[in-house]
Nanobody, 125 residues
Framework: QVQLVESGGGLVQAGGSLRLSCAASGRTVSSNAMGWFRQAPGKEREFVAG????????YYADSVKGRFFISRDNAKNTVNLQMNSLKPEDTAVYYC??????????????????WGQGTQVSVSS
């Protein structure tokens, strides 16, 4: 069983930065490919970023390329999402997810078996 807890969300002005963290327990982060998703009010959950088990491959939604960066620290059992140049449209609840097997499509939420409770990110104009 994998348990995930997100942290680091908050209120920020447009153009600012936040760093989200996902802490894993039960199994180590190094055992799983990981992803970040987000869900804005009235919208479906959407893919943000993904990272392979080794950290050697990363994937990003077009909307965040060049602004967001995913990384992992297996020694600390954490996965991070550095969010720069934030826009009001980035406002959402952000979720960390873990896959049992290496995903064919990191952007599909069906590739992931475990999910955190989410952390709120609010960006003001």
């Amino acid at each position: 069983q994998v348990q995930l807890v997100e942290s680091g969300g908050g209120l920020v002005q447009a153009g600012g930065s936040l760093r989200l963290s996902c802490a894993a327990s039960g199994r180590t982060v190094s055992s799983n490919a990981m992803g970040w998703f987000r869900q804005a009010p009235g919208k479906e959950r959407e893919f943000v970023a993904g990272i392979s088990r080794s950290g050697g491959s990363t994937y990003y939604a077009d909307s965040v390329k060049g602004r967001f960066f995913i990384s992992r620290d297996n020694a600390k059992n954490t996965v991070n999402l550095q969010m720069n140049s934030l826009k009001p449209e980035d406002t959402a609840v952000y979720y960390c997810a873990a896959a049992i097997y290496s995903p064919i499509y990191y952007s599909s939420d069906r590739a992931y078996s475990y999910w955190g409770q989410g952390t709120q990110v609010s960006v003001s104009s």
